[in-house]
């Protein structure tokens, strides 16, 4: 692990409540116990076309809700893969160069080409702490598989992340990001290592690239969750690109059926969550 990124004690550090705003994709600006974290950037608007390597593109359907200059001053970023879907070229020109990211090892690579001076590279089960005041939010990797055969190789290395929020050691809140997954036998060792979820920030939208599914269709972002078992989820991550073939709908019927016990809340571009920890 590397050392703690400490932050200026600004007095904020409520952990009464928090908020998940959804921007687009998988874009989402999460605010609890004063850290302001933003999660794989893209501003493209809608009818840009994004580069996704090996001569493919995509084609933005929706407008994000935002713009970056429209975002309060953010703490960090936690970005699952550097991938024109999840990390832009309106993000690269226009988030701060200091701006720490905590991503892979090849995200941080990329970053560096670009100019970006702080970047974080964690492996799986590897931990980044950033301290505000007393508050402590620990970001661990978790395992991810976005490149099944006959596609395997040509997408970028991808990661899952959990939020420990705390105070004084003890925790107030934990809240896992998908990132861009399929179903894979990994994910029944996140529960058995970080049990009591509060809330999973799952990624669906079923992305086809070349005849093959790469992310998690809305059936199979249900399915992820009865595995890692939070409390509450928000899917994400669903409709912004051309190359996404199974939408929120499909969530909603698979949750409909599913023996889960979280409680599912469903958010359109520019909607909140609002959360509050148990207790």
């Not at 359907?61 to 999840?86: N, T």
């Not at 100019?115 to 950033?130: K, Y």
Request: aromatic share 8%; hydrophobic share 40%.
């Amino acid at each position: 692990m590397d050392a703690p990124l400490t932050l200026p004690d600004t007095g904020s550090g409520d952990l009464s409540e928090g908020s998940v705003y959804f921007i687009g994709n998988a874009t989402t600006l999460i605010r609890y116990g004063g850290f302001t974290i933003l999660t794989d950037p893209t501003f493209l608007h809608a009818g840009d076309h994004v580069h996704l390597g090996h001569g493919m593109y995509a084609r933005r359907e929706v407008e994000p809700a935002c713009r970056i200059a429209d975002l309060p001053p953010l703490d960090f970023v936690v970005l699952s893969h550097h991938h024109g879907d999840h990390f832009d070229d309106v993000a690269a020109a226009q988030l701060s160069k200091d701006l720490p990211i905590i991503t892979t090892g090849h995200a941080v690579g990329l970053l560096s080409e670009q100019g970006f001076t702080r970047g974080h590279a964690l492996d799986t089960w590897q931990s980044q702490n950033v301290i505000r005041g007393e508050n402590t939010v620990r970001i661990t990797a978790m395992p991810a598989k976005h490149d099944p055969d006959p596609v395997a190789g040509m997408l970028p290395p991808t990661m899952g992340s959990m939020l420990d929020f705390g105070r004084d050691g003890e925790r107030s809140f934990r809240l896992y990001i998908s990132g861009d997954t399929l179903l894979h036998d990994r994910l029944y060792d996140i529960p058995q290592r970080y049990p009591d979820i509060d809330l999973a920030l799952v990624h669906a939208g079923g992305t086809t690239l070349l005849g093959t599914v790469v992310t998690m269709t809305g059936a199979q972002a249900v399915r992820a969750v009865e595995i890692v078992a939070p409390r509450q989820a928000v899917p994400i991550h669903y409709n912004d690109y051309s190359v996404f073939a199974s939408g929120l709908d499909d969530v909603k019927q698979a949750a409909a059926t599913s023996s889960t016990t979280a409680e599912f809340h469903y958010l359109t571009h520019g909607e909140t969550h609002h959360f509050r920890p148990l207790g």
